[in-house]
Structure formats: C-alpha cells, structure tokens
C-alpha cells in the first residue's frame, strides 16, 4: 500500500513542505544569480599600471636629459589628470588617412564608473623628427554616460604627413 503525506502524519508533511521550499528557494537564487553580473564595461587598471611602469615600448618623445622626465608614448593618449586616472580607460586609440590626406586620430575612451563623467581630449600631430607638424587642436568634449564608451576623433588640418600623434585628456569642466 502506497502512503500518502497524508498518512504519514503532520510532522513528516511540515518537513516535506519545508524540503520542496528550500529546493525552490535554491531554485530561484540559483537563476538570480545567473542574472547578476558586472555591467560592462568592467575596467582593471592593474595591467595598464604594470606597463606604465615599464616604459613605452614603442616611439616616445624622450627628455633631452635622461632620466629627468618619464618618456611619453607616440602614438598613444596620456591622461594628464590625475583625477579621472581610475574612472575612464583608453580601449583603443588608432590615425588613418582621409580620403582628403589628411590625418585622422580616433580615440575610444571607456567610462569605467556608475556616474557620468565628461573629459576633454586635443591631439598633436608631429612629423617625422617629433617636431610639431601643425599647432596642437582645440579641445573636444566628450560626454560619457555611467559604464558606457565614447569616441573622440581629430583630424590634422594639412596634408603634410605626420608620423605621429600624441592625444592629451583632462577631466572636462
């Protein structure tokens, strides 16, 4: 004879009952979980710390005394404010021809933060001995909503080839 929760008893159905609760409060964490995470994009500033640390690897304007300023990156973004350091993050930065010959840099910055921030970003163009191929452009803001990325881009304003570039940002104002 089958028995029934019934039949057997009270506490065995409370325990039974409380058994099938537990399964499905399992149930349900265990799908919330699966649905918390990180918002994109998450930014780790370690790695971009440890290659500051050992100097560029590519060209770099390089001080007329060594030793007395850290090289500079070519053909990079330096952040020179110290405030927005661990809130925005360089993902990638690139130049390439117009179809008029002039030279194009695009910058993509990420906002690595939950709060919106606003940065301002002007490119140098330099020829091939790193001198000034033309003046430095004007700042550009750029707004970039909590977790979200945002493109800066800058063209040179002669068709006089620059080798490099070098493109500064600063907490906007």
Same mark, same amino acid.
């Given at each position: 004879?089958?028995? &029934? ?5 009270? !506490?065995?159905? &409370?325990? #039974?009952?409380?058994?099938? @609760?537990?399964?499905? @409060?399992?149930? $349900? ?19 971009? /710390?440890?290659?500051?640390?050992? !100097?560029?690897? !590519?060209?770099? $304007? ?8 850290? =090289? ?10 110290? +405030?927005?350091?661990?809130? +925005? @993050?360089?993902? *990638? ?5 117009? /179809? #008029?010959g002039t030279a194009q840099v695009w910058t993509r910055i990420a906002n690595c933060t939950d709060f919106p921030q606003q940065v301002e970003l002007r490119t140098h163009f330099l020829d091939e001995g790193q001198a ?10 750029? @707004?970039? =909503?909590?977790?979200?990325?945002? &493109?800066?881009? /800058?063209?040179?304003?002669? #068709?006089?080839?620059?080798?490099? %570039? %070098?493109? *500064?940002?600063? /907490?906007?104002?």
């Amino acid at each position: 004879m089958t028995r &029934t929760p019934e039949d057997q008893g009270p !506490g065995r159905r &409370t325990t #039974t009952v409380r058994a099938a @609760m537990v399964l499905g @409060m399992a149930a $349900l964490l265990a799908g919330c979980t699966a649905e918390l995470r990180e918002p994109r994009p998450f930014c780790d500033f370690a790695p971009i /710390e440890e290659e500051a640390r050992a !100097g560029p690897s !590519g060209p770099a $304007l390089l001080p007329k005394v060594p030793g007395s300023m850290t =090289p500079m990156p070519l053909n990079a973004v330096n952040i020179i404010d110290p +405030v927005i350091i661990n809130k +925005v @993050m360089v993902q *990638e930065s690139r130049a390439r021809r117009n /179809e #008029t010959g002039t030279a194009q840099v695009w910058t993509r910055i990420a906002n690595c933060t939950d709060f919106p921030q606003q940065v301002e970003l002007r490119t140098h163009f330099l020829d091939e001995g790193q001198a000034p191929a033309e003046d430095a452009s004007a700042w550009q803001r750029l @707004m970039l =909503p909590p977790k979200s990325i945002g &493109t800066y881009r /800058e063209s040179s304003i002669s #068709t006089i080839r620059p080798a490099y %570039y %070098y493109v *500064e940002m600063r /907490e906007g104002t």
